[in-house]
């Protein structure tokens, strides 16, 4: 005879030896990571071992403080941080679509910015004060007054070797207001243009013979102008070659000069020529810039000279994109929201004027992933894998240690920036789900070279008192931070139990400590409502209340349609072929049980057992997976000397939205012993579990639901003494049910039975005992399943009449 459980089994009650205090205020707050020992240890290695690979997965579900574990880990571990770097990226004078990178120990960046800084601002002050200087003035005019005097020399040379001869040198001012030098005929003292020889002739100053022996001479004389002229192109240029050395000379020296201390302190190739290159390129546009200056000196509004002269001393700058001067430790990088720009760095547009976008080195910006370099990332796996392109690149910065900061789109850009990579060691710490880690595992070959370790989170540990402790701890830390009520030592026990019915078992206790947060915020809101000074029990109890009556609609409308007969349920009496299973749903914050009409008819056949559910395709694989069991245990138990022939038929009555789990296999193999058998079910109790092909009752979930739901179904229509639910003997330890339940087994107005096999569900839901076989290897008589066996056998007859009757 199976015995119904005791009330004091229905519920573990935190014990007050367990919280020696009045007041959680009395407690230390909690400052450790509790319960995630695992979790904790592979996080600690992973973060300390800077070798390739060993980049971290932390998976567990939410609440159980990964993040904060994370976050607190990796402020003891980035004391111990690795060297760091800044990045700085330079003009490339050689190839200008290919920006340099220099990259300098720790806040040795911000120093040479500084210094470049200085540097150009010396030179943009003194270029400008040289041109000014008189020396300087003086040693130009000194060159140009040298070419000048030898343009003039030899033309002088030439005006006097053909005076004698009736020509002269002179200026000559065309239509269009140029002057040149022109070789002019003179005649009477005058000089004339060569074209005015003939009003000459025509006044019969000089005869045609004479005008003509002029243009010969004048053509001659104006051939010995344009070799003056050609030697005086070769000397300008001379004179401009010397002009320009004598500037950059003077302009050297001032380079030289600025970025002395510069080179002084980065001996390093690549600031050597990086500086090499500023001196080549500026003393190669030095005219440029001097025409700015002169612009700049002759201007009204200085203040567009002065952007042009910015301009042309951008090229010069140094574009820091990590600064790591005020750090002192690793960098810890939790990225929120990634996209490729904010991850990986983008290159800024600068729209031209036609529509076209150009970029260069100073519009380079990092991302995250450099930001995070010689420390830590922390990246949600979900927000990762949206993107392709984020999980391939970010892929292969993990196994090759390479960032290329690219533009994000290249369409209509007149250059493409192919900028430098850099070698980055950034530790990848990615949180998500375990089923996304195991997927990875088995899609990407590579995937357990870059995460070759992976941190655990439980949802659940061990119910010991220093957990009770730690939760005490907990709760101090929570009101002292977030300035909510202290909890008296009522509300602390009713805070640690609800933590503890989370964990659907009383040897167990939640570790989501941000749900049992949560339940503790809306409790301190009703404490302060009831204006008490202490969270109470009370307070606790009204804030799950409160929270269910929130969140129930859909569990009182199935109530109600019990309640008025419209959705069909028996409380009592008995009946062949039909039971009361248990269900569970969920309605996201909350899960809550109902019962559920199991029926089942059975007829002469060879179909078997058909699941009318997953005929309509309502049944989820482990359902079907239950049903197929129990035609393999009815086979053990009844088909030991002939086979089973019938046809049966199993439904879950008015059920609409589908069924899965096999935790009614139970309920479903009574209503088929009760079919076969043509014994009643007795309605006035529910059953729960799983069943495999032995007989064994195995245990299921929510079992504190499911029977809370059956009991408000029998609180509805009457307590009678004679309800109760059966459940696996292993769920017992699991029970953490409501004071209206336990109350109402401890008046024997409600029972719960633990059940361990097939026979003890037949006994309590038939009302008969199940049998065993004999050694004659049949049942004894007067038992379940005696009469099972008997009927199979006639079922079975009949089914063979019926494939023996001759075909018309």
Not at 312 to 324: E, P, Q, R, S
Not at 400 to 410: E, H, K, N, V
Not at 781 to 788: D, G, R, S
Request: hydrophobic share 40%; net charge neutral.
């Amino acid at each position: 005879m199976i015995r119904p459980l005791s009330h004091d089994k229905l519920r573990w009650v935190c014990p007050p030896s367990a919280l020696p205090f009045r007041s959680t205020k009395e407690l230390d707050p909690l400052r450790a990571i509790v319960g995630q020992d695992r979790a904790v240890a592979a996080i600690r290695l992973g973060a300390s071992l800077r070798h390739q690979g060993y980049n971290i997965y932390v998976s567990g579900v939410t609440g159980t403080g990964r993040m904060t574990t994370i976050r607190n880990l990796l402020d003891e571990i980035r004391r111990e941080a690795p060297e760091l770097y800044d990045f700085a990226y330079v003009h490339n004078f050689k190839q200008v679509d290919q920006p340099v990178l220099l990259r300098f120990h720790r806040g040795e960046g911000r120093v040479f910015t500084s210094m470049m800084n200085d540097a150009m601002q010396f030179l943009r002050r003194r270029i400008a004060q040289l041109f000014e200087e008189d020396q300087f003035q003086t040693e130009r005019k000194a060159i140009i007054q040298r070419f000048q005097e030898g343009e003039k020399a030899m033309i002088s040379e030439l005006d006097e070797r053909i005076r004698p001869k009736g020509f002269a040198v002179g200026q000559l001012q065309d239509d269009s207001g140029d002057v040149r030098t022109e070789i002019f005929p003179v005649i009477g003292d005058k000089p004339y243009t060569i074209d005015q020889l003939e009003e000459l002739v025509h006044a019969n100053t000089i005869t045609m013979d004479k005008a003509m022996e002029i243009r010969r001479a004048w053509e001659q004389h104006r051939e010995e102008l344009s070799s003056i002229g050609r030697r005086s192109m070769r000397l300008m240029t001379d004179f401009r070659r010397e002009l320009a050395q004598h500037d950059q000379r003077s302009v050297g020296l001032l380079i030289d000069a600025a970025f002395d201390t510069v080179r002084a302190s980065f001996p390093r190739d690549r600031v050597t020529e990086f500086v090499a290159g500023i001196r080549l390129h500026l003393l190669d546009h030095l005219d440029e810039l001097i025409r700015l200056i002169t612009v700049k000196a002759s201007a009204e509004d200085e203040s567009a000279a002065d952007e042009a002269i910015s301009a042309f001393f951008a090229v010069y700058g140094v574009n820091l994109i990590v600064d790591n001067y005020d750090s002192n430790v690793a960098p810890v990088v939790i990225e929120t929201s990634p996209t490729f720009a904010s991850l990986f760095g983008s290159i800024e547009k600068k729209y031209d004027q036609r529509g076209f976008y150009t970029a260069d080195f100073s519009q380079i910006r990092p991302g995250s992933i450099l930001r995070a370099d010689g420390g830590f990332i922390v990246l949600n796996a979900v927000d990762v894998l949206q993107d392709a392109s984020i999980w391939q690149t970010l892929r292969r910065m993990m196994l090759y240690g390479r960032l290329d900061i690219m533009s994000a789109d290249g369409q209509f850009q007149l250059n493409s920036l192919k900028p430098e990579h850099i070698n980055v060691n950034v530790k990848v710490i990615l949180l998500g789900e375990p089923d996304i880690y195991l997927a990875l595992w088995g899609a990407d070959e590579d995937f357990h070279r870059m995460f070759k370790v992976h941190a655990q989170f439980d949802a659940t540990t061990k119910r010991t008192t220093s957990m009770i402790t730690n939760y005490a701890h907990f709760f101090s830390l929570l009101a002292n931070e977030e300035g909510l009520q202290h909890c008296d030592q009522g509300g602390a026990a009713a805070l640690i139990e609800w933590a503890v019915a989370f964990a659907e078992t009383q040897e167990r206790i939640s570790l989501q400590f941000s749900y049992v947060a949560d339940l503790m915020r809306e409790a301190d809101h009703y404490a302060r409502m009831a204006k008490s000074k202490l969270i109470r029990r009370v307070h606790v109890q009204q804030a799950v209340d409160q929270r269910h009556w929130r969140s129930n609609r859909i569990d009182e409308d199935i109530r109600e349609q019990i309640r008025k007969g419209t959705m069909l349920i028996d409380a009592s009496g008995d009946r062949v072929g039909q039971i009361n299973g248990l269900t569970v749903y969920s309605t996201g914050i909350i899960s809550f049980g109902k019962p559920s009409r199991i029926t089942c008819t059975v007829s002469a056949g060879n179909a078997g057992i058909i699941n009318i559910e997953r005929e309509v395709q309502l049944s989820g694989a482990i359902h079907n997976k239950g049903v197929l069991i129990l035609s393999g245990l009815l086979r053990s138990l009844f088909s030991r000397s002939q086979p089973i022939s019938f046809t049966a038929s199993l439904a879950f009555e008015q059920s609409y939205g589908g069924v899965d789990g096999d935790s009614a296999s139970v309920a479903e193999m009574i209503a088929l012993l009760s079919a076969i058998s043509n014994i009643p079910v007795n309605q006035a109790l529910a059953i729960t579990g799983s069943i495999n092909q032995k007989g064994d009752v195995q245990p299921i979930g929510g079992v504190n639901e499911k029977i809370t739901g059956f009991f408000e179904v029998c609180k509805d229509r009457g307590l009678t003494g004679t309800q109760g639910v059966l459940i696996p003997k292993q769920n017992v330890k699991d029970l953490m049910l409501r004071d209206e339940i336990i109350a109402a087994v401890k008046q024997k107005t409600f029972a719960i039975y633990p059940i361990e096999n097939l026979s003890d569900a037949v006994e309590l839901m038939m009302g008969m005992a199940a049998g065993k076989v004999g050694k004659s290897g049949k049942f004894p008589a007067n038992t379940v399943f005696a009469k099972v066996q008997h009927n199979l056998d006639v079922l079975h007859e009949a089914s063979r009449s019926s494939w023996m009757l001759p075909k018309s």
